[in-house]
């Protein structure tokens, strides 16, 4: 059974930083594309970021460009997203997920809707205010 449990949510203040994590089970990540995803309240779940599996490329939505990074410990199964200077409008819960699909659209230009994943964690909240 594929399983995932993101950890690490909190709350920081404006600039500061958090690490999340997606410890998955009953597969390999290696193996799996796997993405963050974000919702605020009243809003719809948003593509953050997401670890494709053909050679590792990384992809970024343009609004946390240059702040977050993915990255994965294959030893442990878990992918990380950190998350630097950090602004309020980064609030929601955090959600990672996991699928064999590509990480953008054929274009290159948007990352992979959530509809596109069929395994996802539970969330976690991220909270940024001062």
């Known amino acids: 059974q594929e399983q995932l449990v993101e950890s690490g949510g909190g709350l920081a203040q404006p600039g500061g930083s958090l690490r999340l994590s997606c410890a998955a089970s009953g597969f390999t990540v290696d193996h799996y594309s796997v993405g963050w995803f974000r919702q605020a309240p009243g809003k719809e779940r948003e593509a953050v970021s997401c670890?494709?599996?053909?050679?590792?490329?990384?992809y970024y939505a343009d609004s946390v460009k240059g702040r977050f990074a993915i990255s994965k410990d294959n030893a442990r199964n878990t992918v990380y997203l950190q998350m630097n200077n950090l602004k309020p409008e980064d609030t929601g819960v955090y959600y990672c997920a996991a699928d064999i699909v590509l990480c953008t659209s054929r274009d290159g230009d948007t990352l992979a809707p959530p509809e596109d994943f069929g395994s996802w964690g539970q969330g976690t909240q991220v909270t940024v205010s001062s």
């Open positions: 670890l494709s599996s053909v050679q590792g490329s990384a």
